[in-house]
Structures are given as C-alpha cells and as structure tokens.
C-alpha cells in the first residue's frame, strides 16, 4: 500500500522571505518597493469590469506586450510574459536546459536556479564568485547546457559591465545565456542587456514588475529575446496552461507600463535613498559591495548578522539573513522610504552599541 | 553555429478555443459562464487597495484557502490553489507522474492531457472510450503509473457515477487517480468525488473558478486531498515559484467562495437553459450525449459539424470545432443565456433548412 508515493517528485523547496501580515512592521526583507505602483493603476482598478471576469483573458496578453514592446524598443514577437519574472526564468529552464552538460551559474546568486535545475533534473555546475563577490568571466568559457545569471546579482547588489556578459555571450554562441535583471532598474542607465539583443540570438533577457515598478502583489515579469527564443517559450507556455496573465495583471500591468515618469522618478527615489543609505552602514562600521539595487548586502566586523538579524525583529523591522556559507556574515537589507532607513539606522545603532 | 536550438524543448502546443476580441458575437466556444461572477466580486474590486500591490502576495493564500475549506469541508491542509486548474492539473502531472509505468486517459478528453505528458516526458496510454463515449471501468485495471479523467468528461459532457470512479480507485492504490472536476457543479448535487477524499489517500478532485463561478478571467483552480498528497503538491509549486497567486485573484475568488447562494442560483440557471437547449437541439434533429456539463457536444445526421461550425460563425455564433477522428462530427456549444441560446437555435434552424 502507499506505493503511490514512491513516483512522487519529492522537493526541497525555495524558502522565500517572510510575509508577516500583521501591521506596524517595517519590511525590508523581500526587496518590495516602498512607493505604491504608478497611478494609472489605481485607475485601472477603478475601471475593472467584474462582469468581463466570467470570460477567459486574451491568452497572448496583446496590449501588455505592445506597451512593453514601445517601452523597451523590441518587437511584440519578442517579448514573452509571465507569472513573475520566477515563472518567466522557470519557463525559460524548461525550455532551453535540455542538454546534458551541466548549465553554470554563480555560487552565490538567487537561491532558486538550483531548485529549477533540481525541479526539472538538469545537471548544473556552480562557478564561484571571486573573494568580492565578482564574476569571473573565464569560469563562463567553459563547456555547458547554458548559462544564468542575474545582474545586478542577488543578493550581492554588484552589477557587472555590458563587456563582460558580451565577452559571455561571445564565448557561448552554442547555449541559450539568461540575464536576470530583477533589479537593472536600479542601476542606472545603459546597463541592461536588452541593448546586445539584436546582436545576440541566444541572449535571454528576463525583467519583473514586482522591484521597480511596485507590483509584487500582481504576479507580472517578462523576458525579451529573439523572435526564435521567444516562440519557442511561447510553446512550452502554451503546453502548461494557455492562460496564465489574468484580466486584472494584464489592466494593471498595462498601466504602469504607460506611464514612464513615475517609473522613472520612483526609481531614481530609491537610488537616493540607496546612497544615503550607503553613507549611514559605512558611518555605523558595516562593510557591503557596492549595490546597484534596491538592497545592500552587508556586513558588521564586530557584530554577528545572526545576531543583528534578531535583535532588528525584535525592534519590529524584518531584514533577510541567508544562513549559508559565505554569506552567513551579511545582513540583506531592503532600501525603504527614507523615514524607514533612518528607524534602521537608529536601530542598527542602539543594537551595535549594546552588542560590541 | 546557432547548436542552442538542439536543446529547446520543441514542443505542439493546445491551441484554446478563439478569443475574438470585438464585440458583437454570441461566445458560445469556449465554456465560460454567460452570468457576471457574484456580487461579492465587484465589491472586491472596490476595495482593492492599489498601493498594498507594492508587496508580495501571501504566499498561501490564506484566505481563500480557509474559504474553499469551509465551503468543502475539508481541512486547510487539504486545498491547493493555482493559477486555473491548467495550473493545478499541469503542477499534478509533474508531481504525482513521475512513474516509468504509462499513465491512462481516455482517448477522448480534455486535449491537454497528452500535452503536459509530453512536455513532462511521462509515458502514456489512452484508454478508448465505448461507442457512447462512456469510460469502461476494467480498461483501467491494467498496470499504470497514474490516472487521470474528466468527470463530467469533456467534451462529451457525460458524467460517471461514484461507483464507477470508486472501483477505479480500488483497484488502483499504488497511483495517483486525479478527476478532473471541472464542470462538476452543473452535475447536480452528489456527484463529486470529493466525498471519497476521506477514504482514498492517492485520489485528488481538481476544480476550477473558470465556468461554475464565472471567473475565467482570473484564473483560478484547486485541488483537493488527502495531507499527503497536498503537501506533495506544495513542495513542487514552492519549488516552481513562491507566489503564483496575485492578491486581485486572492480577493476576487474569496469573495466569490464567500456568496454560495449567487453560486447556485447562477450554476441552477445555467442547468435550466440546458435542459431547455436539449429539447430544442433534438427538435432539429440533433443527437448528443445526455449533458452534465454547462455545454452539448452535439451532431447532425445531415449536416457536417464542420459546415454548421463555420456557418454559425459566418452569423456571428462561435462553438467549438474540433476536426479530430471520432468526434469531428460534433459541435461543443456553451451554454450561453437564454436569448443567446434562442438565437442559436434560429440560425440553425436556418442553416440545416438551407443545406440539407
């Protein structure tokens, strides 16, 4: 009996930050963006017909991808859409990692490109990052079934330059390379390579709603590729469930794609409150790559982030600690308003001082 | 050059039924619902919070899932929630068939069945259907590594009996039995097989808020079943991504579980039009099997399938056509409101006058 279960995919799965839904906490552990999404998506909202519910969205998602196809420059065959930009790299995985040499990534990357490889059994070879915590573009020539990683990388916050995931790309002309860019938004112009594109058929460039603009409570991330890349990841969506955007993510999605300067200027709020940020750790002693996202990674020589973890819980403000080697040491702490980073700050202060 | 293409997963997609996306057409192709979803769901859409989209979703779903274990009367531990139960059935196919045994279906079913096995790359086997498009309980007993049915089937409409799918259940312990419950509730009262959960470990009743709760548009389905089975489930889903429900479909479907009267009435009404549908689609000579779903897959002697199709089209009236061996001579109609089904009949009327 229970012989069912021995052909049960048995998964150790991604442990996301906690969610806590009680009031009167400030969260800075999940990388959510402290300003609301652009207004056009309170009007959206507004305008939702509940009686066009009863039928089936458009399964191509058509006036979301022609905001994103204007906004980015592409072509609408050249965009795929997704639950999130999890779904989106998810999807992507299934697609193109069907080789039996390993794909590569970081060591020290997003936590789950290990579940996705394990998830659908593709062999994978992690290449570590140099003592600060850089790619190594060398560790990339190697043979393999493709190659991810994001950048700026999660949860360093260190970008890397357009030559260096060109120099990649120029290595790899045989594997599909995926840029996860969940955070380009916060790294200031020129550096997303959504720009190397035409150049590259084999480039995957995968972007999320839910940092920059505001939207993690929608579910809305896409990826920007060739036309032979993208059809491809259609059809394998198309095989899973031919509707995955609703209704409502393609309205909301819609709206805040439309309205360029909130985007803009929310972005460039964070990034300021980023650099102060910045200014206020190295005041209080940590030690931190220089992040070109929405978080810092950092790290105190006297006090342990376990510890510092902890007592900032306890003070009601919610950072992410990874207990994991090598990063075990760092505190990821999500840039908020700045009225939130100075409660950090002051919080930050108090524990150091009873601490050290 | 250009080797990456020698490892995308190349796969057929389902190809869904048109979204014609102007007004002025009779949508009877692709079973929504022709009432508004409760209420309730309106309401929801008035309270939704734009700015509270700025963060992540819970993660499960809390509220929706203690809502759909009230109504059902199973434990929260019992309901897993995704994006359409496309989502459910696909996320069930990649966890509970992972056996070298083939998995059985019906040749005639849902048309995504074979898609996820061969995106999946799970061994399968079709079971034929009898002459009357009735499921043969023996062709089940045979060794296997799972099974999965429509019940009521589609897109016969046909409904099995509890005895039928708990004598599949019996003689199959060592698998995971999935029933496919998507039209169940214009089966009438009793029907379902979730009444057999308590009993069977390895059975699990999917549903969905696509057609009884007129929510196609945003995509909801749920599973339901023993701990074990659920938890399974949760590992893969957590393991594919963390938030698959936005909170406008976690609101919006709460509201809706919320209001069960509007859910008979409307589900009640949808039966009404349909048995009046049999009566009229006879009269014209018609012949189907005895519907327990919210549409008739219907044939004429006279007229092909395939020339009624397109000349109900050319009259503005979609149905769905599907030009396969064994039932390309029927038509799959909705069941719309009363008008629409009055002006169906009209055309008909008209069409089988002018060509038979």
Chains 1, 2 share one sequence.
């Not at 022609?66 to 639950?83: N, P, T």
């Not at 020129?190 to 035409?198: C, M, Q, T």
Request: aromatic share 10%; charged share 25%.
């Amino acid at each position: 009996m229970n012989h069912w279960r021995d052909n049960v995919r048995t998964m150790v799965p991604y442990v996301p930050g906690e969610q806590p839904q009680e009031g009167g906490i400030i969260k800075l552990n999940t990388n959510e963006n402290p300003y609301p999404p652009a207004p056009g998506v309170a009007e959206a909202i507004r305008n939702m017909d509940a009686d066009r519910l009863r039928l089936y969205p458009d399964p191509s998602s058509t006036a979301l991808k022609r905001a994103l196809a204007d906004r980015y420059g592409v072509g609408e065959d050249q965009i795929f859409i997704g639950v999130g930009s999890d779904d989106v790299l998810s999807m992507s995985f299934l697609t193109f990692f069907n080789s039996k040499k390993p794909i590569l990534f970081p060591d020290i990357t997003y936590s789950f490109y290990d579940v996705w490889a394990d998830l659908y059994r593709i062999p994978y070879l992690v290449r570590p990052l140099t003592g600060d915590f850089r790619l190594r573009r060398e560790d990339y020539y190697i043979v393999n079934g493709g190659i991810v990683f994001p950048n700026p990388n999660a949860p360093t916050g260190l970008c890397e330059g357009l030559d260096l995931i060109e120099d990649i790309l120029a290595h790899n002309p045989d594997v599909v390379v995926i840029v996860d860019e969940a955070y380009i938004d916060f790294a200031g112009r020129g550096k997303s390579a959504a720009v190397l594109i035409p150049k590259y058929e084999n480039l995957l460039v995968v972007q999320t709603f839910s940092k920059s603009r505001s939207l993690a409570g929608m579910r809305i991330g896409f990826a920007m590729g060739s036309p032979a890349l993208i059809a491809a990841l259609n059809d394998v969506r198309n095989s899973f469930n031919s509707y995955t955007m609703s209704r409502a993510a393609q309205e909301i999605g819609t709206a805040s794609v439309l309205d360029e300067t909130y985007f803009q200027e929310t972005a460039a709020k964070v990034i300021r409150t980023r650099e102060q940020a910045k200014k206020d750790l190295a005041e209080l002693g940590f030690v931190f790559p220089d992040s070109s996202s929405n978080f810092i990674f950092a790290s105190h020589p006297r006090v342990p982030a376990k510890v510092l973890f902890q007592e900032l819980k306890q003070r009601h403000i919610y950072v992410r600690y990874f207990d994991k080697p090598r990063i075990n040491h760092y505190l990821r702490i999500t840039i908020g308003t700045d009225e939130q980073m100075a409660a950090l700050k002051k919080a930050l202060a108090e524990i150091i001082a009873e601490q050290a």
